[in-house]
Structures are given as structure tokens and as C-alpha cells.
């Protein structure tokens, strides 16, 4: 197998001209994605025929708990290398996809509580999908705080891999919950490996939102990153290169 | 590999192994607090506590909801498709409730072992439907019922 892609990304500069290239595209694909999925399943996709209207929240619920948990399952990922290969752009790569992570996660949490209002009867209830989510969402804020308290960059960096790398562990769980446990929330309606839980009208707009905000995100976490390499490799040659034919 | 690398690897993944053993004992240890309701067979079993507010979920068997017409008295049985559960509600259900819906009721159990609840909630199942779809499948099931 050719590992030259793996090295490749252990070069700052490399990854900066790299994302160059590819973040603007992202975001804008992803944020065209975005907008015909939410659009489609808000306005045109058929009422539930239990739920009525409130089942549309789903189009912007599942792509963001989605997206909160494979942030996380990344930045586990990106806390092993940097452990093991101790790659400089590992934790670059947490620090910029924590925030991002947390986003999702918050948005996730709100919107189900939006949702469960009028479903359940409740904002809120301690079963054991939901409290798993809100703590994904205290790991995100952790990672966070770790990554702004230390003043120490390496002994950050380090903290925060080994935070990503045992939080995902949360993971399992949450996945898991609906079925291990009794929970209120029910189990998953989008899923890649069987038939879908809906009909292809309501299943499609949520495919183009979910992939949507995937690209989206991915646009977004590396603009992120470049701005963090930037901060980083602030003193190397080619960082005052990349400055200088900005023209400033 | 580097050994110095290959090394850093069996650490982490000895330490991950270890404390997702550790997580996985305390869940499984606390996994009756962390189910959200019983279910009417662990409550026939007598496994559900007396006069302490608890959870009860399961299925609301057709036909068998009361209400009063002068108050908001209800009164209906759930069930797990083994053991049936009657619950007694005063209060107003979720727009979710109906025969057949999964629901998750607040309450304690009286010495009769029926719930006197304080609190109904609807779940959702997983399966989402145009209202045009589930008026064919109706439709189709009375066709087929006929003779």
C-alpha cells in the first residue's frame, strides 16, 4: 500500500497550498447540497402521516447529530496519530474540528429538544440516548477549555489528543443506546446499510442534507486548520513567502 | 514500524482496552438505572419497586382506553405483547397518544398494581410515512380482509 499521502500530510506547507485549493470548493458544494436538501425536505417533501409537519425537523437533526459524532470519531483518530507519529498537523487538525464538533453537537441537542416538545410531551428527559449526546457535547466543550487553558502548546496538544482519543469510546454508546437500553428516543431511521425506515421522497432530501453539511463541515474545519497553521509555523520561511505574494 | 512508536501503540491501545472494560462493567452494573421505564413483564415480576415514582412504557392495547366524560380522567393498559399494565392518568395525553402507540408513563404503583401516573409521554418509532401511504395500506388490508 502507498503510505506517500500519509507523510505528505505530516508537512505543514504541503497541507496549507493543499487546502488552498480544496476548502473553498467544500464549502460552496457543501452549502449547495445544504440548501436543496433542507429546502426540499422543509417545503416540498411529504407531511408524516402521524406527525404531520414536526417530522421535518428530522432534515436538520439527523445530518447534525451525524455530523457530531463523526467530528468526534475523527479528531479519536487524529488524537492517536498524534500520540503514536506525533504529526504536527494531528492536533491542528482537533483543535479546528472541536469547534465544529460542538456546534453540531449543541444543534443536535436543541433541535431534539425542539422536536420532542410537541412529540414526547417533553423538552427533556435523562434516558440514555440523550444523556449520551449531551455528553459528547460536555467532551466537545472539554477539548475546548483544555486546548485554551494550557498555556504550554505541547502539553496542550497532548492533553487534548488523549481526550479525543478516550471520548470515543461515548461513541459505541451512543450509537448503541436505543438498543441496549429502554430509551424514549427511537432507533435510527437513516441508515446506509439497510433499507431505509422512510419512503425515497422523504429519504432523498435528508441524503442531500446530510452529505451537504458533511462537505460543509469538511470545507469549514480546514480553513480552520490553515488559519491554525498559519499561527503555528508563523516563523517559517515559507509561511512569510505565502504572506509576502498576498501582497501584504 | 519504529519500536519506540510500535511501543506507544500497545500503551494506548492496553489503556484503551482497560477503560472501555471498566466503562463497560459500570454500565452494564447500573443498566437498570439507566433503562428509562420498565416494561409491564419486569413489573408483573415484581422487579419494580412500590410506592416509588418509576417508569412504565410499552404499547397501548387497542380498545382498552376509558376516559371519563365529566373530568380528564383516563385510564388504559399498555403491554409488551406478554404481560399487560394498567395505568390511570388524570391530565392531558400528547397528541401521539392512541391505541397502539408506544408510551412512557411517570407514576407509582398502587397496592392493586395498577400505575397511577403523573406524567404521559409519546414515543416515536422509527418509521416515517406519507399520510397517502398509510391510507393504501389501509385500504389494501380491508381489500385482503375481504372475502
Redesign the interface.
Known sequence: MNWTWFHKLGSPKWFYQWASKWAGKLVWIGLLLLLIGVVWGLAFA??????GNS?RI?YIHVPVAMLAQSCYLAMGIAG?VA???QMKLAPVFIKSVAVVGAVMAFIALLSGAIWGK?????WW????RLTSVLVLFLLYMGVIAIQNALDDQVFADKAVAVVS??GV?NLP?IKYSVE?????H????FRLTEKP???M??WLPLLFSALGLYLFSAGIAMWRMQTEVLKRERKANWVKQEVMSDGI | MHPVRKKRMITIGVILVLLSAAIGLVMFALSQNINLFYSPTQIAKGEAPQQVTIRAGGMVVDGSVERQSETLDVAFAVTDYQHQLRIEYRGILPDLFREGQGIVAQGKLDQRGVLIASEVLAKHDEEYMPPEVTEALEQSKQASAQP
Open positions: 411529504p407531511a408524516d402521516y402521524q406527525q417530522f428530522i492517536f500520540l503514536v507519529w410537541p412529540t414526547w410531551g417533553t428527559v435523562w434516558d440514555a482519543l478516550v469510546i454508546i441496549w437500553w429502554n430509551t424514549l427511537q432507533p435510527a431511521t425506515s422512510m419512503p421522497e422523504m
